[in-house]
């Protein structure tokens, strides 16, 4: 099914788990993909898997999404490869989990400039041609701990309710441009973030999911596809939880 033919997709922390499955779900649908990760291995690691099956559908760029300057200088640079951008995903996150107590100022600053900041300076490096072509789509991967806290995870739950509220902000500004602008909250996602956690967590936090079990990065994928296609031109400013039943609003 190409029902992405002709459209071109930044996704961000396209370098492995989540961002990868999407990356690689836009690819199957015919978009071609920016795949932006931090390491220079990862980005083009997965632009070559998405070239295997699709020749010439990807192109992989390294950069710090926490870094203005430097997403400037990706976008300019994929505008410059690709034509144009119709959809972004904010995929690009990280934990560095502590107590609120104790938690430093670096790890503090560390989370919100990668999972917040680093989403607004993509949104703003696109926005201007998006809204001059009139269209658009922008998918901002939030969490469940952004919608229902997380004991140990300030920094992030609060990044990723920061997300939610620019989700909601943006969707209003841009409504009138043809750009939508909406959320996907995972729960708990097979990925090298969760592998960390020791198998107490794990089977802890199995017994709190309805479903009784994990996600997979494609569950994510999945909703992000829908968001990111035509067929989803009527919702802006939501937040779809993916996360086996979790949280019920
Ligand atoms: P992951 O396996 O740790 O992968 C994170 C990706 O983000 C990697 O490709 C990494 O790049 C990239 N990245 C991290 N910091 C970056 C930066 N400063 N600039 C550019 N790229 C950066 O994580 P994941 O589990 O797939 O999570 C993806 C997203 O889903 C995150 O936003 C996360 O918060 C969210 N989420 C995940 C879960 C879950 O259960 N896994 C649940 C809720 C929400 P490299 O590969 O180059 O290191």
């Excluded at 870094?67 to 976008?75: G, T």
């Excluded at 969490?143 to 229902?148: D, E, H, Q, Y």
């Excluded at 919702?235 to 039943?245: E, F, R």
Aim: with cysteine.
């Amino acid at each position: 099914m190409n029902r992405f033919e002709n459209q071109i997709a930044i996704v961000t922390g396209a370098g492995r788990g989540i961002g990868e499955a999407i990356a690689k779900s836009l690819a199957e649908g015919g978009a071609k993909i920016a795949c932006v990760s931090r390491s220079e291995a990862n980005s083009a690691k997965v632009a070559d898997a998405i070239n295997a099956v699709h020749p010439g559908a990807a192109k992989p760029y390294a950069v710090d999404v926490a870094d203005k300057k430097a997403v400037e200088a990706a976008a300019a640079k994929i505008f410059a490869d690709f034509g144009k951008v119709d959809i972004l995903v904010n995929n690009a996150g990280i934990t560095r989990d502590g107590l609120a107590m104790r938690m430093s100022e670096e790890d503090w600053d560390a989370v919100l400039d990668t999972n917040l900041k680093g989403a607004f300076n993509f949104i703003q490096a696109v926005m201007r041609p998006m809204i001059k072509q009139r269209s658009g789509r922008i998918v901002n991967i939030a969490s469940v701990a952004g919608l229902m806290g997380n004991a140990g995870q300030a920094n992030y739950a609060a990044s990723k309710a920061g997300l939610i509220g620019l989700t909601k902000t943006l969707a209003r500004e841009l409504a009138g441009r043809g750009i939508t602008v909406n959320a996907v909250a995972p729960g708990f996602i097979k990925t090298d973030m969760t592998d960390v956690l020791n198998e107490n967590i794990k089977s802890a936090v199995v017994g709190q999911i309805p479903l009784g079990r994990f996600g997979e990065p494609g569950d994510i994928a999945a909703a992000v596809a829908y968001l990111a296609s035509a067929d989803a031109s009527y919702i802006t400013g939501q937040t779809l939880t993916v996360d086996g039943g979790m949280v019920m609003a």
